[in-house]
């Protein structure tokens, strides 16, 4: 059963927009991460999270940023969105210590078009 | 540098028979790698993983092969089902590196009835 929601699912918008991606999480985990992913191609980290008011940048550059204000939400912000910027982004979180595998638990995605 | 390649886009194999999905890295530091699987207009879902000290883990039909000599990994499926049909991801994490997940481009595997 997925505990982690993001809306919306899909959404196409015009160059210049500002969008917010939502992602919630019901499991209390104190980690999340934001991927973007196009077809045929890897996920690439883009930003993550390790608690409430701890954000960082991931190993892929991208011009959006996020919050963790709340421990069960972190979204994603474009403040202009262009083409290039068209992707699907999934957002995922964990609840990693230090040992084992860092099993992460994925949202459905958002699939943004950015005309 | 892509430190995770899957470089067979796609498999087909008939249903029964079994899937060999392939996974190679060049980063050392891995210490974990985990298979993910993915179908439309779904996020990933967690398979199996295989910690670095092992080189083999089973659950059901799932068994993962490490080789860290030669860096490679594989997920073997048997018998294969045609609700496996879905993209099949391979991912890394280091401890040094906070454990986040690195992963392969995807193979998208096929199970024809």
């Known amino acids: 059963e997925a505990d982690i929601y993001q809306t919306p699912r899909y959404l196409v918008i015009g160059t210049g927009k500002k969008i917010t991606l939502e992602c919630s999480q019901t499991?209390?985990?104190?980690?999340m991460y934001w991927y973007q992913q196009d077809p045929g191609m890897e996920l690439h980290l883009i930003h993550y999270?390790?608690?409430?008011?701890?954000?960082e940048k991931g190993d892929l550059s991208s011009e959006s940023t996020v919050s963790r204000i709340r421990t069960e939400h972190f979204p994603l912000t474009l403040e202009s969105a262009r083409p290039s910027h068209t992707s699907q982004y999934l957002c995922?979180?964990?609840?990693?210590?230090?040992?084992?595998?860092?099993?992460?638990?994925f949202g459905a995605g958002s699939r943004l078009t950015v005309l | 540098d892509q430190q995770v390649k899957q470089n067979s886009p796609s498999l087909s194999v008939q249903e029964g028979r079994i899937s060999i999905l392939n996974c190679d890295y060049t980063?050392?530091?891995?210490?974990?790698f985990l298979w993910y699987k993915k179908y439309p207009a779904e996020g990933p879902t967690f398979l199996i993983s295989?910690?670095?000290?092992?080189d083999k883990n089973e659950d059901g039909r799932f068994t993962v092969f490490l080789n860290k000599s030669a860096k490679h990994l594989s997920l073997h499926i048997v018998p294969s089902q045609p609700g496996d049909s879905a993209v099949y991801f391979c991912a890394a994490s280091a401890a040094a590196s906070g454990s986040r997940l690195t992963f392969g481009e995807g193979t998208q595997l096929t199970v024809n009835p």
């Open positions: 980063n050392s530091m891995f210490d974990y």
């Open positions: 499991m209390g985990h104190d980690k």
């Open positions: 295989i910690s670095s000290i092992k």
């Open positions: 995922a979180s964990s609840d990693f210590r230090s040992s084992g595998a860092n099993v992460l638990t």
């Open positions: 999270s390790y608690g409430v008011n701890s954000t």
